[in-house]
């Protein structure tokens, strides 16, 4: 009895693991965007839904990335913005995982 119902789970699964990719490969056929956040650092969404540059936040970013490429750690790079005050795009401090979304 448990493995009917196993192979029925399994087989739901598929489905809805199907389901999901057709969804996602129609909207990138139509050109949609797909974002699984509500909020990115850098970015604001306009009255369409659709992304665009958020410049104070963008300096950011590119501090973030620059910082990076020049050798810094991320737990030395969140310390530093944590040490500035700067919150992450949710409000809070920093962790050394440098979360760019919410």
């Given at each position: 009895?448990?493995?009917v119902l196993f192979s029925f789970a399994?087989?739901?699964?598929?489905?809805?693991s199907y389901n999901l990719k057709w969804r996602v490969k129609k909207k990138f056929e139509r050109g949609e965007l797909i974002i699984n956040t509500t909020r990115f650092l850098g970015y604001d969404?306009?009255?369409?839904?659709?992304l665009v540059?958020?410049?104070k936040?963008?300096?950011?970013?590119?501090?973030i990335?620059?910082?990076?490429?020049?050798?810094?750690?991320?737990?030395?790079?969140?310390?530093?913005l944590n040490a500035e005050n700067i919150p992450t795009v949710a409000g809070g401090r920093w962790q050394e995982s440098l979360e760019f979304y919410r």
């Open positions: 009895m448990l493995t399994q087989e739901e699964s598929k489905n809805v969404k306009d009255e369409y839904g659709d540059i958020n410049p936040e963008a300096e950011i970013v590119k501090r990335f620059e910082d990076y490429l020049k050798g810094k750690g991320t737990f030395t790079i969140a310390k530093e």
